[in-house]
């Protein structure tokens, strides 16, 4: 799954080109290489200060044909941390980025965004009563859901910095009540990682305390693991020294283990159907981008056909979109069948924003062959976007501000 995340990291980054041949992908910002994607392993450009320090990490070596400008390759990209990760990769476009002319360098910075976030957090947030029935209906069963749940995401993050406990891709804690009338936190813990971490059950001890000592109060954690490996499967935490002991156990959800459910997830309405069967359909076409685009559109028109809600719809099809990443030209492919899909079914769609639309917007801005043509392009993009709307007036403002101050200028 690392792969992936890095891969879509790379798409997210503005105006980056991807060139692809075998199982070789390279990223470049303004015709300039910033990063590699191999089979099993990811190079990055460095400052010479990092390249000294990376060199000496057993999992990082030079990287063939490019050290002499400061080049790394990670071997194993499983034993990093997601957030070290993404910081590697955001690092190596900013100082490409730093090579290119001012003006370039400040509209790419500020569209930048140096936060790792997933459509995973929009699924739990639209669907988390379908996630607690799909995954855990005893609790679900439980729960009063004639009250809100309450998400929690401040609070936990404060507890989550504290705590200094390695890497997460999504916690979410939440706020329920009990059928009995009792409240209850919940924190779910959803690992979207192919490695084992040995530290795993200890973090999620560790959050549980620290979770009860400020709230004072019952919490259960609950872990999804979505990782490659079908014997990694901690459930517990145990500790002992001279007599003294601790035992800690939660529940666990193997991703891996729907394989051979598959009809199930097929007929099933709950929307967390799609999101596994997406999710395996990933880790199945990693190496084989056209089967990859086969599923991806099949997997979106069984969405269609579920009779979700065209929020719920619109949550997914961003998740599908993220997830299951796919090379320019047949990211075009799928976005015109989508496109068609949404004429057929009369429901927006959240297009890869950063793989067609900016790039359109450009392409637009070029044709009329002026710079003040490329920025009526790129904020014409962002309005239909806004219209849309998949970005928030708070962030459309913050994106469309500078560059309307450019046009101003010019």
């Known amino acids: ?60 070596i030079p990287c063939k044909g490019l050290f002499r400008y400061y080049w790394i390759t990670i071997k194993d990209v499983t034993v990093f941390p997601i957030e070290d990760l993404h910081e590697y ?15 370039i360098q400040r509209r790419l910075l500020e569209q930048l965004s140096h936060e790792i976030d997933t459509p995973w957090k929009d699924i739990l947030n639209e669907c988390f009563h379908e996630f607690i029935a799909f995954f855990y209906p005893e609790i679900e069963r439980d729960i009063d859901w004639t009250k809100a749940p309450l998400f929690m995401d401040k609070e936990l993050s404060q507890i989550i910095k504290a705590s200094k406990t390695g890497c997460r891709f999504v916690d979410k804690l939440v706020k329920v009540y009990r059928k009995s009338g009792e409240k209850k936190w919940v ?75 598959w009809s199930d997830l097929e007929i099933s309405v709950n929307p967390f ?61 799928y976005h015109s069948f989508m496109n068609q899909l949404k004429e057929e079914k009369k429901m927006r769609f959240i297009t890869s924003f950063e793989l067609i639309g900016m790039e359109k917007g450009m392409e637009k801005g070029m044709e009329k062959g002026e710079k003040k043509g490329k920025i009526i392009g790129q904020i014409d993009v962002l309005k239909q976007m806004f219209n849309m709307k998949y970005l928030p007036k708070k962030q459309f403002d913050q994106m469309v501000k500078p560059l309307q101050l450019e046009l101003a200028k010019l």
């Open 187 to 261: 924190l779910i813990h959803i690992e979207i990682q192919a490695q084992v971490q040995m530290n795993f059950p200890e973090r999620m001890f560790i959050y549980s305390n620290r979770l009860h000592d400020v709230f004072q109060i019952k919490v259960v954690s609950l872990a999804i693991l979505a990782d490659e490996n079908p014997d990694w499967r901690p459930n517990s935490y145990e500790d002992e020294l001279w007599g003294c002991q601790k035992f800690f156990q939660f529940p666990i959800i193997k991703l891996l283990d729907y394989y051979d459910k």
């Open 89 to 103: 990769l955001i690092n190596a476009y900013e100082i490409v980025v730093q090579s290119l002319s001012k003006c």
């Open 273 to 333: 159907a799609i999101v596994i069967m997406a999710h395996l359909k990933m880790i199945e076409t990693k190496y084989n981008y056209s089967q990859r685009l086969y599923w991806k559109k099949e997997i979106s028109k069984k969405l269609y056909a579920k009779g979700y809600s065209e929020n719920k719809v619109f949550a997914l099809l961003k998740f599908i979109d993220w997830l299951m990443v796919l090379p320019r030209e047949l990211s075009t492919s």
């Open 1 to 60: 799954m690392h792969i992936e995340l890095i891969r879509s990291w790379c798409f997210e980054c503005p105006e980056v080109k991807c060139d692809h041949s075998a199982k070789v992908e390279k990223y470049r910002i303004h015709n300039k290489l910033f990063a590699i994607i191999g089979e099993n392993e990811v190079s990055f450009k460095c400052s010479s200060e990092q390249y000294q320090e990376f060199i000496t990490h057993n999992h990082i």
